[in-house]
């Protein structure tokens, strides 16, 4: 039933911002969602210890909204490993 209490708040706040407003808001979501999954899908994981591993599950999760569940690891010879 969460979704039924997130649809009606932003039903309410669509109603009480103008049209043009949340024209533009839309519009730059739906331009910092598509940035993130084209950013996505060239990235490779970067290294968990590494700096660069935040900032790509940030990237993440906007882009897909859920969190990253890494569960197999590239050997550096691009085999798999579980």
């Not at 700096?51 to 790509?56: E, G």
């Not at 890494?70 to 579980?82: L, N, W």
Request: aromatic share 8%; glycine share 6%; charged share 15%.
């Amino acid at each position: 039933m969460d979704n039924d209490l997130i649809g009606q708040c932003f039903q309410y706040l669509l109603g009480v911002i103008p049209g043009d407003v949340a024209g533009n808001i839309v519009a730059v979501l739906t331009t910092m969602v598509t940035i993130c999954t084209l950013i996505m899908r060239f990235w490779k994981i970067p290294d968990q210890a590494s700096q660069s591993h935040k900032l790509w599950k940030l990237i993440y999760i906007l882009a897909s909204f859920k969190t990253p569940s890494v569960t197999k690891v590239e050997a550096k010879d691009g085999q798999k490993i579980s």
